[in-house]
């Protein structure tokens, strides 16, 4: 079984790779290269592998278009429900995460260019581009996952991507008190700081789960509140009518046309926002958050990276003080307190559960 996966491994290779010259010659004449694709790889193949049994010769058409068009071994991993996330170290590790847990798979790429090639398939839908002059990006997929790549010079090991996945449908308050990610305690209390208009900061570290717990406490959101969300890359999927959902632009390949997250937040304040949500802080928009929290903006909500409750205002103090104002910092510590109302921190742990470790209230006496 082994020699015959390898035998149609091989094969596959070789009629991509002649396809491929084959469509660059088209392209050379200005014929169309993907004017009947699937015909023409049946067209090769009966003539190349006509000797193969019919079932073979289906899977290896599959493989061609798979490597030619598609995501190559990336395929079946994406179309697993089970997969979370999907990490690719250089062309020869691929992981991925399940459950909370990351395990290495047995995929592989025949080597860097059918990575690399992989890669600018994802990205051409998306109108963006991967190069020496922009050897990083970061995109959002059609259906909401996310999608990070850096290649060589400065992925030392080969590209490297990764893919994380979002659901249509994020888990809402009541499915998180099912996965023990929210006690009925802590599920009270937010439902009532929500309600109250307080402003909620929550904090934790990569893949803790804060995008999901900031989606569930949306619903308790008032139907009539007029919501914006402002993100780098649109992962919330807030189910309610009445949102405005705002992503920002990275600098075209000439340097002009970015659009930042500071940029929407200021627009969004003249958009008559009831509440404001920001996928993640993680600049000098924390300036603006801050300011607009202690203008009459209240019960913002929004994620950052921190360890503890204490870090998350203290690293929020830092972005703030990025904005180049010149304002004390005792100043920005002030408007942290008063625009802030709770931190909620998340943590996921080593059997890969997500769990909220601390509510701090900030006004209450300390």
């Known amino acids: 079984m082994a020699a015959r996966a390898r035998h149609l491994e091989e094969l596959a290779g070789s009629l991509r790779a002649r396809l491929v010259e084959e469509r660059r010659e088209a392209a050379a004449r200005g014929t169309p290269s993907s004017a009947g694709l699937e015909g023409h790889v049946r067209d090769l193949i009966e003539t190349e592998a006509a000797l193969l049994g019919p ?10 278009l798979r490597d030619t068009i598609g995501l190559g071994p990336l395929e079946e991993l994406l179309a697993d429900p089970t997969v979370e996330e999907v990490m690719v170290n250089g062309p020869e590790r691929v992981y991925v995460e399940r459950g909370g847990r990351i395990e290495e798979v047995g995929a592989r790429f025949a080597d860097e260019e059918e990575l690399r090639n992989a890669i600018e398939r994802i990205l051409a839908p998306l109108g963006r581009r991967i ?3 922009s050897p990083m990006v970061d995109a959002r997929l059609a259906d909401g996952s996310r999608v990070n790549a850096v290649i060589p010079p400065l992925a030392v090991d080969g590209p490297a991507l990764s893919i994380r996945r979002f659901g249509v449908e994020r888990p809402g308050a009541r499915e998180l008190l099912a996965l023990g990610t929210l006690s009925e305690s802590q599920l009270a209390r937010l439902e009532a700081a929500v309600g109250a208009r307080n402003s909620i900061l929550i904090s934790g570290g990569t893949g803790s789960g804060k995008t999901t717990l ?4 949306s619903g308790f959101v008032g139907p009539g509140e007029r919501l914006v969300t402002i993100e780098d890359a649109a992962e919330l999927r807030l189910q309610r009518r009445h949102v405005v959902r705002l992503e920002s632009r990275p600098a075209g390949v000439e340097g002009r046309g970015e659009v930042s997250i500071r940029d929407l937040l200021r627009n969004a304040l003249r958009m008559r926002p009831d509440r404001i949500v920001i996928g993640e802080v993680r600049g000098a928009e924390a300036l603006d958050l801050l300011t607009a929290l202690n203008t009459g903006h209240s019960g913002a909500l929004s994620t950052v990276h921190a360890n503890s409750p204490a870090d998350a205002l203290a690293r929020l103090e830092t972005l703030a003080s990025m904005a180049g104002l010149g304002l004390p910092y005792e100043t920005i510590a002030a408007q942290v307190r008063r625009g802030i109302d709770l931190v909620v921190q998340l943590e996921r742990r080593e059997d890969g ?3 909220v470790t601390e509510i701090a209230d900030l006004a209450a006496p300390r």
């Open 353 to 355: 559960t997500r769990r």
């Open 131 to 133: 190069d020496e002059l």
């Open 214 to 217: 900031l989606n569930a406490l």
């Open 55 to 64: 079932d073979d010769r289906e899977a290896l058409i599959a493989r061609v």
